[in-house]
Structure formats: C-alpha cells, structure tokens
C-alpha cells in the first residue's frame, strides 16, 4: 500500500515498513520518528540507523545482541534512544524491513 | 438478525478492539537449559514489543541467578521424552554434560548469549530481576550469591502486587 509521507507517496507494507529502500531519505526518517513516538533525531540516534542499514544492506540478521556489540551504542542507551520497542522503531525509521528474530 | 458470537467479543461500536499487553511477569522455577531460556527469551521479547517484563527465581530457578552455577545449567537427558534417547543411553556418565555442551554450542551459532550475557541484556532493557524469599533460605542462599542485577529477594505476595494493574499476565515456567 502507499502513504502520503511529506508530500511524498511512499510504498510502505501494512505494519508501515518502507517496501522499497530507494525510497528512503532522511526527511522521512525524521517523519516516520515524529510518528513512532522517538521525537527528533540526534547525531547517536543518526549512528544507529547507518548501523541498522549496513546490516540490513549486507544481508546480516539484526538481533538486540548485535546492537548492544555493535561499538555505536549499548542496549540500555539504545532503548533509551527509541523507547517501547527498539529494533521495531530504528528499523521502520532506517527504511529496513522488521527484524525477523527471537533475540 | 445479529450474530450473538460477535456480541462476546469486546468491541467499541461494532469495532474489535485488540488491548496490547500491558506487562508480563515470569516464574522461573526449574535449572534446566530449556526452561531459563525460554524464560529469559520471553521477557527479553516482551521488552522489545514494548511490554514491561519482571521474573521472580524461585526453587531451582535461582540456580540461573546464583553467581557459582549459572554458567553451568544442564540438560536432563534422563526423564526427558525431548531428547528423544532411550533411558539407559540418557544415563552413561558424561552424557548430561555432553548433550548441555552441545545444546550450548548450538543456541551460540544462533547467536544466543551466554546466561550472564543474557542476564545483562535483560537488565539493560529494563527487565527486573527478584529472588524468592522462602526458596532462597531453604536453599541458604542470600542476595550476595546472586547476579549483581537482582534487584531484591521478595515473597509470592509481594511479587502479586508488583504484577497489579490491567493488562498484566503471570506465566509460570
């Protein structure tokens, strides 16, 4: 399905994750964050989406154990960060599909 | 004419409306590999939903918080229909602490932590962590003993109240 993001349509599936990555850019990063509750996003919040992109661009399963060994934040700063919910928010927001994981 | 099933299911003008669990609350009361994991992988999930998650240790449970044995849980291979071996297999010397190395070595390659690692990742995303009173003096064992997150060793009663309120469910394990 589409949604009107910023004056843009964006092709997003029924939970709200961007289908198609090209897509993506910061000002709907911004938006989608405004959305889901995590508020402006500062220069950490920005280190994690590259993160989560990165893992997500080489074919990585992203788990919260990844995260917390990633060198770019532990896991209390990260729900911190983007609370109720991490891995779910920073992934809608980095424009990647939900992790599909236990852990 | 109205069909009564749906006139059970809650719902705000004809809408079914789907409540989010509000807060889970774990008792782990067993050692074994299987049970503390699917405990600790339950909270851990809860808390990357968004739901609040606590476990109380009680009985054997406390081994998986007790400082000495934590990183030396095990699996029955006796007594165990799920490890699908006959008994007199499950029984040899060295076949429990064989199969717990194996289990071990196979939840690593899928990434799952260590029971300390994952002591710490639950602590870090907000998971408290009590002890039971009454098992913890059976057993002689004080807060010293236990993983340095454990927040306090409470009562069953003192645990029912910190699972008050809506939305909250109680899972024995």
């Known amino acids: 399905m589409e949604k009107l993001i910023n004056g843009a349509t964006i092709k997003v599936n029924d939970e709200g994750y961007l289908t198609d990555f090209t897509q993506w850019n910061k000002t709907i990063a911004e938006e989608i964050a405004k959305q889901e509750g995590v508020g402006t996003l500062d220069t950490k919040h920005w280190a994690v989406i590259s993160f989560l992109q990165e893992q997500h661009k080489n074919n990585t399963p992203i788990t919260i154990r990844k995260v917390g060994s990633s060198g770019v934040t532990d896991i209390k700063e990260f729900y911190a960060l983007f609370p109720n919910g991490p891995l779910k928010k920073a992934s809608k927001i980095a424009g990647i599909p939900k992790p599909v994981s236990c852990i | ?173």
């Open chain 2, 1 to 173: 004419m109205e069909d009564l099933l749906i006139k059970d299911t809650p719902s705000i003008n004809g809408v079914d409306t789907k409540e989010p669990i509000k807060k889970m609350c774990f008792i782990l009361s067993k050692a074994g590999i299987e049970s503390v994991y699917a405990c600790f992988i339950m909270a851990n999930g809860a808390r990357m939903e968004g739901i609040e998650a606590e476990i109380f240790f009680t009985f054997f449970g406390l081994d998986a918080v007790h400082k000495k044995r934590l990183e030396h849980l095990h699996i029955a291979t006796v007594g165990n229909p799920g490890m699908h071996i006959p008994t007199f297999l499950g029984g040899l010397p060295g076949m429990e602490s064989y199969a717990s190395r194996m289990m071990k070595k196979q939840m690593d390659a899928m990434d799952l932590p260590t029971i300390h690692e994952f002591l710490d990742i639950l602590t870090a995303s907000g998971v408290t962590l009590h002890g039971c009173k009454l098992a913890a003096e059976m057993f002689k064992i004080n807060k010293d003993d236990l993983y340095e997150g454990v927040e306090d060793i409470i009562t069953i009663g003192d645990f029912y109240q910190r699972a008050a309120g809506e939305g909250t469910h109680i899972v024995f394990v």
